[in-house]
């Protein structure tokens, strides 16, 4: 098993540019979310997905957008990249199965994005 | 709200030394608590857990007791090494309704961990 990947691992990006990261799991996770990381300010959810067909706005959602076509995919979408996206993008999953509030996140090894 | 405090970094200690990392945390509820281990260039990885009031998460010899009497989940070792040189993250974990239960972490700002030989 890959677990979780991400592409790109780097980009540099001008602003007003549009781009999409993407993020695979193969472990049949029922659950995915988007994170970004910022120094000082630890991990931060952005979007999150419930399954294949839905999406949910986390905590940071403004000038995001997701979509979930496939179980495993879970796509991020920068329309009009700016400045202040400059930050490093972690997808994780999780497997609902085992029901409760302790589950572990699976993350992937980051997108570190640059908009200049 | 909801939210993780963790001690600021970076801690520089030589090997063999004994680590302690604070953390405290604000919840309504009943949260899960977590360490999260970064090393360089890679994504996040549990490190331990603990679901419950008093119970102890424990891995690659680090631990951590759930506290609710305090609020802390602080992380010890009692002997580090070069290769645990990393960024560790607190976070709290507590049901999220989306039709269904989920899972939503709320993280610490992470303290960078730096062991000299």
């Known amino acids: 098993n890959a677990g979780v990947t991400q592409t790109p691992k780097f980009r540099v990006l001008k602003t007003g540019q549009s781009m999409t990261l993407l993020c695979a799991q193969d472990?049949?996770?029922?659950?995915m979310y988007w994170y970004r990381q910022d120094p000082g300010m630890g991990l931060r959810l952005i979007h999150y997905?419930?399954?294949?067909?839905?999406?949910a706005k986390g905590e940071v959602p403004d000038g995001y957008n997701v979509s979930r076509l496939k179980k495993q995919n879970f796509l991020l979408g920068l329309e009009s990249a700016a400045p202040s996206q400059t930050s490093v993008y972690f997808c994780a999953s999780i497997d609902p199965g085992l029901a409760g509030s302790y589950n572990e996140q699976f993350f992937g090894p980051g997108t570190r994005l640059t908009v200049l | 709200g909801d939210s993780v405090t963790q001690m600021e970094g970076p801690v520089t200690l030589s090997e063999e030394a004994f680590l302690t990392i604070n953390c405290t945390y604000t919840a309504t509820g009943y949260p899960s608590l977590f360490w999260y281990v970064q090393y360089p260039g890679e994504g996040l990885q549990l490190l331990l857990k603990?679901?419950?009031?008093?119970d102890k998460g424990s891995n690659k010899g680090f631990e951590a007791t759930y506290r609710k009497e305090t609020t802390s989940f602080h992380l010890e070792k009692g002997s580090v090494q070069v290769s645990d040189s990393a960024v560790y993250f607190c976070a709290l974990s507590f049901l999220m309704n989306y039709g269904g239960a989920t899972n939503k972490l709320i993280f610490g700002t992470g303290t960078l961990l730096a062991v000299q030989p």
């Open positions: 472990m049949n996770h029922e659950y």
């Open positions: 603990a679901t419950k009031a008093d």
């Open positions: 997905s419930v399954g294949e067909g839905t999406t």
